[in-house]
């Protein structure tokens, strides 16, 4: 039998059958993860601190395509990582911006927007009543959310007291510190029944320097509202 040299295998037809085993590359699961946070990166439309899912996203994002570049042979998904990146980094300019135009839109013209953290006396300063800072904002219109604290009456209320914690009451919030509490005195005709749900209130703010005798409840402020929402 002539054996023809047609019939020998050559280097290239011996490369041609183990190409498609080489070709075969596997789906990078980062890429895939950072595709997933990507998506849920649309969460930061509803709190500032979501931000943290278009970080991850990011982040798996960059590991994947660093790995993908390393060892192109065996590893795939570059596409997904890039797009996981991208609506990470599109949902976060969107998201900061939706929330910082809420934010401007909430807070009536005019009005300073101060927060609880703003008003707190520093633990390390002994005997300090309220923050120096809270000083500067005697007599200035300001713009402040809190939970209506619970009293007596119910309803049609002219005044009341506000805490920077949702149902505040003897048993979740024994001892509030006087900086923890707003008095809230409603101007004109405005009139609230009591509720649990958070309350925007705008008005005339007045501080306490230091511990008064018959303050209301130990407040450290008192603040006169034209505005409730």
Not at 200 to 217: D, F, N, W, Y
Not at 220 to 229: F, I, T
Request: aromatic share 8%; net charge neutral; proline share 7%.
């Amino acid at each position: 039998m002539n054996i023809g040299p047609e019939s020998i295998p050559t280097a290239e037809v011996a490369a041609a059958d183990v190409e498609p085993a080489r070709s075969y590359r596997s789906v990078s699961a980062l890429a895939v993860a950072s595709l997933l946070f990507g998506i849920l990166s649309a969460a930061v439309f509803l709190d500032w601190l979501l931000v943290i899912v278009p970080i991850v996203a990011i982040l798996l994002g960059l590991r994947a395509l660093g790995r993908i570049r390393r060892e192109p042979e065996e590893w795939a998904g570059a596409a997904l990582a890039r797009a996981g990146i991208a609506l990470a980094v599109l949902f976060t300019i969107a998201g900061y911006g939706w929330l910082l135009h809420a934010r401007a839109k909430e807070i009536p013209h005019g009005y300073t927007a101060v927060t609880y953290r703003d008003l707190q006396a520093d633990p390390d300063t002994p005997g300090q009543w309220v923050p120096p800072f809270a000083l500067t904002l005697e007599g200035k219109k300001v713009f402040v959310k809190g939970y209506m604290y619970p009293g007596r009456q119910q309803a049609d209320l002219t005044s009341f007291i506000i805490s920077r914690d949702n149902g505040t009451c003897q048993f979740c919030m024994p001892h509030p510190r006087p900086s923890d509490l707003i008095m809230v005195q409603l101007a004109g005709d405005l009139r609230i029944d009591y509720t649990r749900q958070l309350l925007r209130i705008g008005g005339i703010l007045h501080v306490e320097p230091e511990p008064k005798r018959g303050a209301p409840a130990g407040c450290a402020y008192r603040l006169e509202a034209d505005y409730l929402r």
